[in-house]
C-alpha cells in the first residue's frame, strides 16, 4: 500500500496546526463481545505529529473527513466512526468509536476482525 497522509486543519479542541500525518496503520483496540461497537485505533508516524508538540488531533474535522473518505475508498463504512473520548486519544494514534455499520463492513473484509490492520 503507498504512504498514506491525513491532513489536520489545526481548528481542532486540543490543536491549532494544519499539516499532514503521516498514517502507520490501524487496527480494533477492543471489540464489544456482541460485535456492536468497538475502537480503531489510527496509528501515525510520531516523526511527523508529535503530540507533546503539537497537540492532540482529537476534534480536527478535516482528518476525520479524510479518514471516513480512505476507509470509504477501501469498502469499510467511514460515516460510522468517530472520535472516540479526549481521554481515550493515545501519543501515537487517534482513538475511534466504530459501530455496528463499520464492523459489518470490516468483517465482510476479514475472517479475524481482532487481527486486522489496515497497513
Same mark, same amino acid.
Given at each position: 500500500?503507498?504512504?498514506?497522509?491525513?491532513?489536520?486543519?489545526?481548528? @481542532?479542541?486540543?490543536?491549532?496546526?494544519?499539516?499532514?500525518?503521516?498514517?502507520?496503520?490501524?487496527?480494533?483496540?477492543?471489540?464489544?463481545?456482541?460485535?456492536?461497537?468497538?475502537?480503531?485505533?489510527?496509528?501515525?508516524?510520531?516523526?511527523?505529529?508529535?503530540?507533546?508538540?503539537?497537540?492532540?488531533?482529537?476534534?480536527?474535522?478535516?482528518?476525520?473527513?479524510?479518514?471516513?473518505?480512505?476507509?470509504?475508498?477501501?469498502?469499510?463504512?467511514?460515516?460510522?466512526?468517530?472520535?472516540?473520548?479526549?481521554?481515550?486519544?493515545?501519543? @501515537?494514534?487517534?482513538?475511534?468509536?466504530?459501530?455496528?455499520?463499520?464492523?459489518?463492513?470490516?468483517?465482510?473484509?476479514?475472517?479475524?476482525?481482532?487481527?486486522?490492520?489496515?497497513?
Amino acid at each position: 500500500m503507498s504512504e498514506i497522509i491525513l491532513h489536520t486543519d489545526g481548528k @481542532g479542541l486540543w490543536s491549532g496546526i494544519a499539516k499532514g500525518v503521516r498514517i502507520t496503520n490501524m487496527k480494533l483496540g477492543y471489540l464489544y463481545e456482541d460485535g456492536s461497537f468497538g475502537e480503531l485505533r489510527v496509528y501515525f508516524d510520531t516523526a511527523s505529529w508529535d503530540t507533546r508538540e503539537c497537540g492532540l488531533i482529537y476534534t480536527d474535522k478535516k482528518f476525520m473527513r479524510e479518514l471516513r473518505k480512505l476507509l470509504n475508498s477501501h469498502s469499510l463504512k467511514g460515516s460510522d466512526v468517530h472520535y472516540s473520548e479526549q481521554g481515550m486519544q493515545g501519543r @501515537g494514534y487517534v482513538s475511534c468509536d466504530v459501530g455496528k455499520k463499520f464492523l459489518q463492513s470490516l468483517r465482510a473484509k476479514t475472517d479475524n476482525m481482532e487481527a486486522w490492520t489496515f497497513c
